[in-house]
Each structure stands twice: as structure tokens, then as C-alpha cells.
């Protein structure tokens, strides 16, 4: 017989069978591990399911120290299984169930083993002869209370469900606080059982009690800010009937300011006069003074590095003063942003910034100076609207033209926008559009008028799967020609945020050099499907199509499509894409990476 050698000395073949013992006793002790670790008192149960199965289920669990070392104390099992019956007629009664039976059988499959067989016949259930829902005091007729009060949850004929009974009686009492009724209660709340018709009644009755009003609000802990623009992010005004709702959004408001690291806000119900609650605020600032460094890289930018200059109490009025610099190998500004919010409403603000600017791409070469006015208001939730009058004075060099304008441009702003998370947002949307024009009578140096337009909106799928889909336009309406248009305002397409696979604003309109020198009018979209993995993780596949042109009849699309890797960060999410081009003489693929949200 042919025994292959394994080419090992004796000494090593001991080691060797010694090892292989080992691992095969391990093996036998691995597929052995569901009878080793199988418990030595199990209960099964039979008559019940769903929710009362689980109620059943927790009411008789096998109890701590039943068993001590595999070996099974059978004073306390005999104890336990007389308790089962009464455990479990209790465990049904908040479903009207009263009169449950219960037999329990015990088999021992082995020596060490013990299965307790819990048959259940919950029996007839308790039903509801009447049902009395009344509202009394002040608040009786408040129209979401009555609502409550009329839809309960129980009705003549119903089986008693206590637990249904339990969570309509808290919803009363809460929505009576929510609507400043603080000292709302139960006058009348009687549940009567009779356990051998198996019928039952319900009588309750609210009363609201006076409703309350929010009083004077002393605000401590921020003597350099002043009194008006800290109560600007107050949700509600003296006089208005008291509401926790509102008090929450306050110390929303505070916090989200990004002045204070700390709020409690204070109902001194103790000190109600008249009906008027009054309201203290601690608050606790953060640093006035911030200094962030940063860094970072983008396909459209190369490394970048940045530093912001923060101060959020200048001349301790509460103005905001915010210097931003960055630096990269394709653009270098800075940009100045002086904020002075508005003393009556927390959304409202005038801005006014100064912008230095030197960019170069593939494409073009500009340098600006710039100084912008607006003035912000909030026109509802998650919607803004401004008008500003921008001064530019741009010196610029693309294809073949080399030339310096100077801009008066007024226009106007809005945008809406709705996201669940700030970092990692499942569903949401975002739209944005932007007026502006000019002219010669205004002190330019030429005439137009345009329109630009952004939309994204990202809808939940199911398999942790979601869409986003973006679109982009702008157009020039009223121009003169387009050397007299400074590259800021001239439209480009392609990068990271416009049509991957085509570099940073590399598409356009060319010259007669054939160098892309931009266009009148833009339009770009894109689709985008991610599909979540693990739990901050995430793989897309995408299309991007569009371009800038000079005439709508004569439009060469662009087109991209590849794949891309998500990580969401606390600093936003990590996109790394694989884009190839389509449409264009020289197909290819293109590295694209970025960070921060694309929309």
C-alpha cells in the first residue's frame, strides 16, 4: 500500500497527530454546541398568538436560578409551575380575557432536562356594554379634544382592550397640555369588570381645568448680547396660551444659532398668576471668537485647504462677521460675509460680502473683485427669498478673447429646501432659482438679463435603495455678444457636480480655435441610484447628460454614466465616482472625488 509522506521527522509527526487530536476534538465540540448549550427548562405554549402570545411569553419566562450548574432546583420548578396558570390569566386580562384556563404538563426528555407544555384557553372575552366619554371645564369645547373625545377607540360591543383604554386616556391628557390646559384630569375615570356576565362599562370624563399663558421671559447668562436680538429666537410672544411644543422649539432656536452651547428654559408653574405662566431662559454661550482650519480634495479643485474666521457678536449687537479663505491648485479666495440678523424675525438677515477671487481651469483664466447687499426674509418653512445688488469687476482671459468688465447686477433669490438629516439625508428636495441682470443705464459695461435654476430631490426606496435626481439650467435671455459677458456669468458644463467623466467646467460653446469658450444658456440633469450597505456605507450607479450652448436648436448633450462608493462621515459623505464619457471624440473614463454633500 503507497502511504504518502508528509515529509515530517518524528519528533514533528508526534506534534502533528497530538495538533490533529486537538482540532477534531474541537470539531466534535463545535457541532456538539446546540445540545451542550441547550437550557435545562424550556416552555412551549399553545392556545395564543400574536401580541398575547408575547404578553404570555414574558409573563412566564423561565425565572433566574432555576438552574445552578446544569443541575435543576426542583422545589422552586414545582413552585414556578403552580404560579403559571395565575401569571398567565393576568397576562390576558388587558386583552378581555378574564377567564383563561391554563394546564400545564411536564415531560422530562432526559434525566437533565425539563419541557413545561402550556396549553391556553383564553375563553370568552369581556365585552362593552357602554362606553361614556364627556369633556368638562373651560376646554370642553376645543375642537382637537372633542375630536379625541368622540373617536375613542372603544365602542359599545367591543372587547374590553385595557391597553387601548389606557393609551386613549393618555392621549387626552396630552393633547389637553399641548393646548395649555396644564391642570387637565380625570374627574371621572371608571372601568367596571363584571367577570361573570363578562360584561363591562366605561365611563370617563375630562376636565381641562383653565387654560394657561405664557407671562413675562427673563433670559440669563448672555449680558453680552442684547435683550431684543435674544428674544428674536423666542417661538412665542407673552400672552399667547402655553404650549411645551413651543418652549422646545425656543431651545431649538438658541442651539441651532450657533451661539450657545447650553439652554434650559424654565416653566415656573409655581409662580402661576392669573393664568400666566411665567418663562426663565439660562442660557450659555459658545466661544465668540472661532478659528477652523480645514482641508480636503475634489476632482473639480485638486487639494484644497481652507481657514474661516468667525466672530458671532460683533459690537456686541449680535452681528455675525465670517472671513473665508481657500486655496487650491484651480481657485484662491477669499470671502468676507458681514450678517446682521433682523430684530423681529429669526430667518430675516442682511448680508453684506466682499469677494476676491483668482480661478484657473483647462477652460479660462478670471480674476474678480466683488460686493454684494441682500437682504434675506423668510417667506415660511424651509423657504427663503432676497434681493441683492451684486458690483463686479472681472478681468478675464478665455479662447481667444482677453478683456476686463465692470457689473451692476440687481436681482433676486429664492429657495426651498426640505431634508431628514443634514449629514446622511434618506428623502428631501431642494430648489433654488436666481434672477439677475443689467444694463448700460445702471453703469455697466454691456446689457443682459438672466435666469438660473437648480432642483435635486432624493426619494426613499425600498431594500435600503434611493433616487436622487438632479437638474441644472441657466439661460441668458438679453445679451450683448458673448465677449462682453465676463466668464462668472457665462454658463459651463462637466465636473463633479455637473456631468462626471468631462472635467471642471470644460464644456461649452467653442471659438474659431476650437477652445470652449462658454455659452448663453445651460441645461444639465442627472439620475442617481444608491442602494445602502452596512451602516454608513453606500454603492450608486449613475447617468449625468447636458452642456452649455449658444442656440437650443443646436445642442451637442454631453452624456456620463459609471459607478460610485458613499461613506457617510460626521463631516458629510466621502463620493468617490467612476464616470465614462459618451458623446465626445475621446471616450474615456474619469476619476471623480468629493466631499460634502452634492446638493
Not at 167 to 173: E, S, Y
Not at 223 to 231: A, E, I, T, V, W
Not at 487 to 504: I, Q
Amino acid at each position: 500500500m503507497f502511504v504518502p509522506s508528509l515529509g515530517l521527522t518524528p519528533h514533528k509527526n508526534r506534534w502533528f497527530f497530538a495538533a490533529s487530536r486537538t482540532w477534531v476534538w474541537l470539531l466534535l465540540l463545535l457541532l456538539a454546541g446546540p445540545a451542550w448549550g441547550a437550557e435545562p427548562v424550556t416552555v412551549t405554549i399553545d392556545g395564543v398568538a400574536d401580541e398575547m402570545l408575547e404578553n404570555v411569553q414574558a409573563a412566564i419566562a423561565v425565572p433566574f436560578g432555576l438552574t445552578r450548574e446544569g443541575a435543576i432546583d426542583r422545589p422552586w420548578l414545582d413552585r414556578f409551575r403552580l404560579q403559571i396558570p395565575e401569571r398567565v390569566r393576568a397576562a390576558l386580562e388587558p386583552y378581555g380575557y378574564f377567564s383563561a384556563r391554563t394546564e400545564v404538563t411536564v415531560e422530562t426528555p432526559s434525566p437533565d432536562e425539563v419541557v413545561l407544555l402550556v396549553q391556553v384557553q383564553p375563553g370568552a372575552a369581556v365585552r362593552l356594554d357602554a362606553v361614556k366619554v364627556a369633556l368638562a371645564g373651560p376646554g370642553r369645547n376645543e375642537p382637537k379634544l372633542r375630536m379625541l373625545a368622540d373617536s375613542f377607540p372603544l365602542h359599545q360591543g367591543d372587547i374590553l382592550r385595557q391597553d387601548h383604554y389606557e393609551q386613549a386616556k393618555g392621549a387626552l391628557i396630552a393633547q389637553a397640555v399641548d393646548l395649555g390646559y396644564l391642570y387637565a384630569s380625570f374627574e371621572r375615570h371608571l372601568l367596571v369588570v363584571d367577570r361573570d356576565t363578562l360584561r363591562s362599562e366605561i365611563e370617563l370624563e375630562l376636565d381641562t381645568g383653565p387654560l394657561l399663558f405664557f407671562e413675562s421671559v427673563l433670559i440669563h447668562g448672555a449680558p453680552n448680547y442684547p435683550d431684543p436680538f435674544l428674544r428674536r429666537y423666542l417661538d412665542f410672544q407673552e400672552g399667547e396660551r402655553f404650549s411645551y411644543h413651543r418652549l422646545g422649539q425656543t431651545q431649538i432656536n438658541y442651539l441651532d444659532s450657533d451661539r450657545f452651547k447650553d439652554v434650559l428654559i424654565t416653566p415656573h408653574l409655581e409662580l402661576v398668576h392669573e393664568q400666566s405662566v411665567p418663562i426663565s431662559i439660562q442660557l450659555v454661550p459658545s466661544d465668540r471668537r472661532r478659528l477652523r482650519p480645514g482641508i480636503g480634495y475634489g476632482t473639480d479643485t485638486g487639494p484644497r485647504a481652507s481657514l474661516r474666521y468667525q466672530d458671532v457678536n460683533i459690537f456686541h449687537l449680535g452681528h455675525e462677521l465670517k472671513i473665508d479663505t481657500s486655496v487650491s491648485t484651480v481657485k484662491q479666495e477669499v470671502e468676507a460675509n458681514y450678517l446682521i440678523p433682523s430684530p423681529t424675525a429669526l430667518q430675516n438677515v442682511t448680508a453684506l460680502r466682499f469677494n476676491l477671487k483668482s480661478e484657473k481651469t483647462d477652460t479660462y483664466t478670471s480674476r474678480l473683485i466683488s460686493t454684494e447687499l441682500e437682504r434675506i426674509h423668510s417667506l415660511g418653512p424651509g423657504l427663503l427669498g432676497s434681493l441683492f445688488l451684486r458690483l463686479l469687476d472681472e478681468d478675464y482671459r478665455v479662447g481667444l478673447t482677453n478683456n476686463r468688465s465692470y457689473m451692476v447686477l440687481p436681482g433676486g433669490r429664492f429657495s426651498a429646501h426640505h431634508f431628514s438629516d443634514p449629514v446622511h439625508p434618506r428623502e428631501g428636495f431642494l430648489f433654488g432659482m436666481e434672477i439677475r441682470g443689467t444694463h448700460p443705464v445702471l453703469g455697466s459695461d454691456s446689457k443682459l438679463f438672466q435666469v438660473l435654476g437648480n432642483a435635486d430631490y432624493l426619494l426613499p426606496l425600498p431594500w435600503r435603495l434611493s433616487l436622487l435626481t438632479r437638474g441644472q439650467c441657466g439661460t441668458t435671455l438679453v445679451s450683448d455678444k458673448l465677449a462682453e459677458i465676463p466668464t462668472s456669468l457665462r454658463f459651463f458644463a462637466g465636473g463633479d457636480k455637473s456631468v462626471r467623466g468631462y472635467a471642471y467646467q470644460s464644456l461649452g460653446p467653442t471659438d474659431a480655435s476650437g477652445k470652449v469658450v462658454g455659452g448663453k444658456h445651460m441645461l444639465a440633469g442627472s439620475l442617481e441610484l444608491e442602494r445602502g450597505i452596512f451602516k454608513d456605507w453606500g454603492i450608486a450607479s449613475f447617468y449625468d447628460v447636458g452642456n452649455a450652448f449658444n442656440a437650443p436648436g443646436n445642442v451637442a448633450w454631453a452624456q456620463g454614466a459609471g459607478l460610485g462608493v458613499r461613506y457617510y462621515s460626521v463631516v458629510g459623505p466621502l463620493r468617490l465616482d467612476v464616470a465614462k464619457r459618451f458623446g465626445h471624440h475621446r471616450r474615456g473614463y474619469r476619476l471623480h472625488i468629493s466631499v460634502g454633500l452634492s446638493w
